[in-house]
């Protein structure tokens, strides 16, 4: 037998101009396959991606629900006595605010959190205000400025500011309630 030549019983016969039969089954059935699925998806169980991401975001809600944490009515720290949220503070600080502050709190590019100077006060009521908004450029009181205090409001939330702040007045006795 040739090279051009083949056998009757051959599946794929070369210049035959078509797909073998079981290929050409497995192509329409997935099509027919699909539209099906979409009709049954999309039209008898109502499914949909926005459906979908609603009832993921209500399940995370339920699962971890959002503590809503401020300042007192009179401006002090709820969480200053509080050996927890010190804790959870601690550990805040030793990830997020030591590239900046060091770990020790000497300061590296923020200023020394250690020392009886507070730049830009040196109550609860205005640390808060100042870590959760951070400190532009051109406000900065640091001589020489080295850079400014980002904004961690979105980045950490109100809880985990005022767990850092805890932490900082537990070694920090300058740092005054109100």
Known sequence: MSFNEYRDD?????????????????????????????VYMHGVEGWSMAK?????????????PEKLVALNDDGTNPYRTDAAAIERGKKTFESICAACHKVDMTG???????????????????????VMNGVPQEKLKQNPPKGPMPAHKNSLGSAKVLEVLAYVASKNPSLKAK
């Open 10 to 38: 051959d599946e794929i016969k070369e210049s035959r101009g078509w797909l073998p039969t079981w290929w050409m089954v497995l192509f329409w059935g997935a099509i027919a396959f699909s539209v099906v699925y979409g």
């Open 52 to 64: 979908q991401y609603r009832e993921e975001i209500e399940a995370f809600e339920k699962a971890h």
């Open 108 to 130: 590296l590019v923020g200023p020394n959190l250690t020392d009886t100077t507070w730049l830009h006060g040196n109550t609860d009521k205005e640390l808060y205000a100042i």
